[in-house]
């Protein structure tokens, strides 16, 4: 039940894209095809951004979008905007109903 | 509109004891799966422990087993996380959320804070 590895930090300007990856094992993410990626905004509640590796749910903007390959998943997230700034966290599911979250990457809009 | 709401955390000693409830509403509470998902402060999120929507399974982080209970009363639509021994170590923000699919959890409550310190 190791954490899954993301950069600490990430960054663009308005109106670029940014790609967030997170490494796992065969595990768990290479197992599944169930890895989620998680937004939080200082002092809130996550919020779910996508599901099963690529999927989005209803109201989350389409310049999120997610893919995996292999061992590890990623997050992009194009055409920046400065609500976008926020600490992003992944997840998968690790086998006998366990699941396991990443180390978090800080989303910095320039 | 579903809504999540998280009561009894606080300041305990170490080896102390503390229960948390999570109120649920908006939503048919015994339809879904349940998680615990903590956070330390300035630190990353954390899965706890997850629940069946009967109890009848219950699954933990190796980390609080033994230590931690999770439960739920579907008649009073509430879930629950029972902590005995708790160490340093267990201070974080204590998140309920519902389970949507594997390590997918769509609606999150506000959080309770949990601190453990003498």
């Known amino acids: 039940q190791s954490a899954l590895t993301q950069p600490p930090s990430a960054s663009g300007s308005p109106g670029q894209s940014v790609t967030i990856s997170c490494t796992g094992t065969?595990?768990?993410?290479?197992?599944?095809?169930?890895v989620s990626w998680y937004q939080q905004h200082p002092g809130k509640a996550p919020k779910l951004m996508i599901s099963?590796?690529?999927k989005r749910p209803s109201g989350v903007p389409d310049r999120f979008s997610g893919s995996k390959s292999g061992n590890t998943a990623s997050l992009t997230v194009s055409g920046l905007q400065a609500e976008d700034e926020a600490d992003y966290y992944c997840?998968?599911?690790?086998?006998?109903?366990?699941?396991?979250f990443g180390t978090g990457t800080k989303v910095t809009v320039l | 509109e579903v809504q999540l709401v998280e009561s009894g955390g606080g300041l305990v000693q170490p080896g102390g004891s503390l229960g948390l409830s999570c109120a649920a509403s908006?939503?048919?509470?015994?339809?879904?799966?349940m998680t615990w998902v903590r956070q330390a402060p300035g630190k990353g999120l954390e899965w706890v422990a997850t629940?069946?929507?009967?109890?009848?399974?219950?699954y933990y982080v190796d980390s609080v087993k033994g230590r931690f209970t999770i439960s739920r009363d579907n008649a009073k639509s509430s879930l629950y996380l029972q902590m005995n021994s708790l160490r340093a170590g267990d201070t974080a923000v204590y998140y309920c959320?519902?389970?949507?699919?594997?390590?997918?959890?769509?609606?999150w409550g506000q959080g309770t804070l949990v601190t453990v310190s003498s």
């Open positions: 959320a519902t389970v949507a699919a594997a390590s997918t959890w769509d609606y």
């Open positions: 908006g939503f048919t509470f015994s339809r879904y799966w």
């Open positions: 629940i069946k929507q009967d109890g009848s399974g219950k």
């Open positions: 065969s595990s768990d993410v290479g197992g599944y095809n169930y």
């Open positions: 099963e590796v690529n």
């Open positions: 997840s998968s599911y690790a086998g006998s109903n366990s699941d396991v």
